[in-house]
Nanobody, 117 residues
Framework: VQIVESGGGLVQAGSSLRLSCAAS????ALWTMHWYRQAPGKERE????????????NYTDSVKGRFTISRDNAKETLYLQMSRLKDEDTAVYYC???????????WGKGTLVTVTS
């Protein structure tokens, strides 16, 4: 059971980047999924969530209108399309499967996004 993020990198402010999160070992389509991020020296924060079918989506205010979360259940992959990136978007981005009935949640190792101005 694992989730693996990819797609991070060093980009200039104003550019775009798409993150991916590949899931395996569990039935991806049955889970709401989240993106979180942790900037240097700061606590991990919620970025976006998407329901099992994609009907319900939520974003933190700072990324609304710039980031788009999506999923492909057939490919068992979660995405985060990021546009108009800002310096303050610099962070390690994590994919998250919420807690199950046993209280265990699942985190990837993260992918680093660095935005330079």
């Amino acid at each position: 059971v694992q989730i693996v993020e990819s797609g991070g990198g060093l980009v200039q402010a104003g550019s775009s980047l798409r993150l991916s999160c590949a899931a395996s070992g569990f039935t991806f389509a049955l889970w709401t999924m989240h993106w979180y991020r942790q900037a240097p020296g700061k606590e991990r924060e919620f970025v976006a969530s998407i329901s099992r079918t994609g009907e319900n989506i939520n974003y933190t205010d700072s990324v609304k209108g710039r980031f788009t979360i999506s999923r492909d259940n057939a490919k068992e992959t979660l995405y985060l399309q990021m546009s108009r990136l800002k310096d303050e978007d610099t962070a390690v981005y994590y994919c998250n499967r919420p807690k199950d009935t046993f209280g265990s949640d699942l985190w990837g190792k993260g992918t680093l996004v660095t935005v330079t101005s």
